[in-house]
T-cell receptor
C-alpha cells in the first residue's frame, strides 16, 4: 500500500517564525489533504490539494504530484497554530480511505 | 449544516461490554468512514461504506462491525470491548464529483476500555 512520510516529526518555533512541513508519498494519488489537529483533538481541514498550489491566509500548500511530495507553509506563526499537522493521501480509487502520515507536532511559543 | 456529528463524545466501558457509536452527516454524502487514532499515530481505517446498504473492511477491522441502513448514518459496533480498543474514533464522509472527493471529519469519540 501507499506509504506516507512526514517531516520533521517535531518542530518548535517562536511566534512570528515561518516553517515548512513536508509530506512524501510512495505512489500516485488522486486525493491529498492537510489537516490540523488542535490541542482539543479536533481535525480541521486545511487544504484539499492533490496537485498545484493553494493559499489561505498565512497558510499555503503545494503538491508536486509527479514527484510525489507536498509542502505546507506556515508564515508568521502564532501560538494558535500549535498542534499536530497531518498529511493524508487517497489512492486512485473513488471512495477509498485516506492513508495518514504520522504527523508533525508543532509547538509555537510567545 | 451540522456537517459530521458523532455520538457519544466520551465513553468508558468494561472489558466484554458492547456499545454502538453513531455517526451522522447532513451533507448527502455517499461515502462514509470510521477511523481510529492511537497515541502518537495518524488515523487508521476500520471500515467504510460507499453507499447505503454497503460496507467494506479497512486496515484494522477486527473486533468491529458496521451498518449503513440509512444514507446519512454510519454505525460502528463493538460486540465485546477489549482494552486494545481504547482509542479515539473519528467518522468521516465524502462525495465524488469529477474526481473531487474531499473528506470531512466529525469531532471524535474518546473511548476507554478498562
Amino acid at each position: 500500500g501507499i506509504q506516507v512520510e512526514q517531516s520533521p516529526p517535531d518542530l518548535i518555533l517562536q511566534e512570528g517564525a515561518n516553517s515548512t512541513l513536508r509530506c512524501n508519498f510512495s505512489d500516485s494519488v488522486n486525493n491529498l489533504q492537510w489537516f490540523h489537529q488542535n490541542p482539543w483533538g479536533q481535525l480541521i481541514n486545511l487544504f484539499y490539494i492533490p496537485s498545484g498550489t493553494k493559499q489561505n491566509g498565512r497558510l499555503s500548500a503545494t503538491t508536486v504530484a509527479t514527484e510525489r511530495y507536498s509542502l505546507l507553509y506556515i508564515s508568521s506563526s502564532q501560538t494558535t497554530d500549535s498542534g499536530v499537522y497531518f498529511c493524508a493521501v487517497g489512492p486512485r480509487e473513488a471512495g477509498t480511505a485516506l492513508i495518514f502520515g504520522k504527523g508533525t507536532t508543532l509547538s509555537v511559543s510567545s | 449544516n451540522a456537517g459530521v456529528t458523532q455520538t457519544p463524545k466520551f465513553r468508558v466501558l468494561k472489558t466484554g461490554q458492547s456499545m454502538t457509536l453513531l455517526c451522522a452527516q447532513d451533507m448527502n454524502h455517499e461515502y462514509m468512514y470510521w477511523y481510529r487514532q492511537d497515541p502518537g499515530m495518524g488515523l487508521r481505517l476500520i471500515h467504510y461504506s460507499v453507499g447505503e446498504g454497503t460496507t467494506a473492511k479497512g486496515e484494522v477491522p477486527d473486533g468491529y462491525n458496521v451498518s449503513r441502513l440509512k444514507k446519512q448514518n454510519f454505525l460502528l459496533g463493538l460486540e465485546s470491548a477489549a482494552p486494545s480498543q481504547t482509542s479515539v474514533y473519528f467518522c468521516a464522509s465524502s462525495y465524488e464529483s469529477g474526481g473531487y472527493f474531499e473528506q470531512f471529519f466529525g469531532p471524535g469519540t474518546r473511548l476507554t476500555v478498562l
